[in-house]
């Protein structure tokens, strides 16, 4: 059993570059994926999906990966050269003309900018996103680590509520059969109050006999919960998605329960059908966080 929350991060670094990547699992019904990745990698979403696929199965995973540079970038010096010469003609033309002395100086044009261009060299995108599947990689192995923690938690607060309903069980038996007895007593006194009147009402009679059987007896109830409770512990033995399973077994014992509230015309017995609730309900709630 694993847990559908849980955090976990990784570090990749290499040649001057360190990716670190963050995964965020919350609890959710269906596979949702939110991704924050460095400009230009949208082109790596699916592999990046697949990835994440291995290891989370239901939930939403919300993932920040970020591209961080350890040195400058390498640079290079692109110049201009028939601007450059452009400029310089003009700047002796324009002396001639004026009758000036001298050459043009280098500094004359160094000041110009649409000469000197310096220009950052791209880094290559793939190898960053290498960078980041390494660090996603070992960050969803933490995620993983801390869903099985949690897990085993959880698997073990199921086991001793399903432990606690079972241990009812034979409570819930022994009351219904006392109550069944309460009402047949109850039932042979109406039916003494019937014959005495003349002629003999044979429809309340009927209706009478109909009330006293459908009353008490849960034991169709009874054998349907040893049953489910019976597939949840092997249920909470299995790997891998057991949510789903998890959470209609509950809802079958949730419904027989209810059924053996309704009929109980005895207080402790009833009081014993809301215990069982109480412990179903709790797993109901329990069983929105399992994977």
Same mark, same amino acid.
């Given at each position: ?123 290559? =995108?793939? $190898? +960053? ?7 996603? /990689?070992? !960050? ?5 680590? %801390?869903? #099985? ?114 009929? =109980?015309? $005895? +207080? ?7 215990? /069982?609730? !109480? ?5 109901? %709630?329990? #069983?929105?966080?399992?994977?």
């Amino acid at each position: 059993m694993k847990s559908m929350t849980g955090f976990g991060r990784g570090i990749a670094e290499h040649d001057g570059t360190r990716v670190v990547a963050e995964v965020r699992a919350l609890n959710q019904r269906f596979f949702e994926l939110k991704l924050a990745v460095p400009r230009g990698w949208g082109e790596h979403e699916a592999e990046i999906r697949k990835t994440v696929q291995t290891v989370v199965a239901r939930g939403r995973v919300e993932i920040f990966i970020k591209s961080v540079a350890l040195k400058p970038p390498p640079v290079r010096l692109e110049v201009n050269d028939r601007l450059a010469n452009l400029y310089v003609a003009e700047l002796r033309r324009l002396g001639k003309q004026l009758h000036l002395d001298g050459n043009p100086e280098i500094g004359s044009i160094l000041n110009r900018p649409e000469i000197f261009h310096v220009v950052e060299e791209e880094n290559d =995108s793939r $190898n +960053a996103f290498k960078l980041g599947q390494k660090a996603l /990689v070992a !960050a969803l192995k933490a995620l993983d680590a %801390e869903r #099985v923690r949690e897990g085993r938690s959880l698997l073990n607060d199921f086991a001793t509520r399903v432990r606690n309903i079972e241990a009812a069980v034979p409570r819930i038996e022994k009351l219904a059969e006392q109550s069944r007895k309460e009402i047949m007593e109850t039932f042979h006194q109406r039916i003494r109050e019937l014959l005495e009147e003349l002629p003999v009402n044979e429809k309340r009679l009927y209706e009478e006999a109909s009330s006293a059987s459908q009353h008490g007896d849960i034991s169709e109830e009874i054998t349907r919960l040893r049953t489910h409770l019976e597939g949840l512990k092997a249920i909470l033995k299995r790997k891998g998605q057991i949510g789903k399973s998890i959470e209609f077994l509950l809802q079958e014992i949730n419904r027989e329960v209810n059924t053996m509230g309704s009929k =109980s015309q $005895n +207080a402790a017995l009833s009081q014993v059908t809301v215990e /069982v609730k !109480a412990e179903a309900e709790r797993m109901r %709630e329990q #069983v929105q966080n399992v994977e």
